[in-house]
């Protein structure tokens, strides 16, 4: 990578994560010595990058947090990419996302000039995704997991079990895990204060524990 591509990098980066990223780390990232970072890092600060070294636990090195960043100015391949691979995901129902992946790409597409978005169809048209369809969720069911997911809330599940028997369970989802076909939530179940995974093509409803105090 030559340098100035590998400056733009870095500063795409540092503007990806806030928080701070160790020199060791960027050397390993971009292929470099770690002088040869210290010496881009400064080349950075000195095209008006305010670029600040952070101590202690997570420090390393990271934008000045007052800095406002420009928008993000995506060309058509990347966009188109991008979008590809976020409709195929929705047509396969990988994640129960499929309405925050809708915004985000529809914020992507608005990003680009009335030309890009001509070139980003022409990509489109060239760009084929094929893989194992997924199990069908019921929407209701994909939107309240995902608000239960973000917002860290606890949610009331019904269960289908494999041989088809049916429970209750109170559950707090920790990760997803989306594998080929399936959508797998690991939770703590409440009930049982243990860990359990559950597929989401087997919740058959779920609601939303209420906050206290409302």
């Excluded at 540092?14 to 990223?21: E, F």
């Excluded at 973000?150 to 989802?173: D, K, N, P, W």
Aim: proline share 4%.
């Amino acid at each position: 990578m030559r340098r100035q591509a590998r400056l733009f990098a870095m500063a795409e980066l540092l503007r990806a994560r806030r928080t701070g990223v160790t020199a060791e780390t960027l050397a390993e990232r971009f292929g470099v010595t770690v002088r040869t970072v210290y010496r881009d890092l400064d080349t950075l600060r000195e095209a008006a990058l305010p670029v600040q070294a952070e101590r202690g636990r997570g420090g390393g090195y990271a934008l000045d947090r007052a800095y406002t960043l420009p928008p993000v100015n995506l060309n058509a391949r990347e966009a188109a990419l991008l979008v590809t691979v976020g409709r195929f995901a929705t047509e396969l129902r990988l994640l129960p996302f499929a309405e925050t992946l809708a915004s985000a790409l529809d914020k992507v597409r608005g990003a680009l000039s009335a030309s890009a978005q001509r070139e980003l169809l022409t990509h489109m048209q060239r760009l084929q995704f094929v893989g194992v369809p997924a199990l069908p969720v019921d929407e209701p069911i994909r939107k309240v997991i995902e608000q239960a997911l973000f917002e860290h809330r606890c949610l009331v599940i019904e269960y289908q079990a494999e041989r088809g028997a049916m429970s209750t369970r109170t559950i707090r989802i920790d990760t997803v895990v989306m594998e080929r076909s399936l959508t797998l939530l690991n939770c703590f179940d409440l009930d049982k204060q243990a860990a359990r995974q559950f597929r989401l093509d087997r919740i058959k409803s779920a609601r939303l524990v209420p906050l206290e105090g409302r």
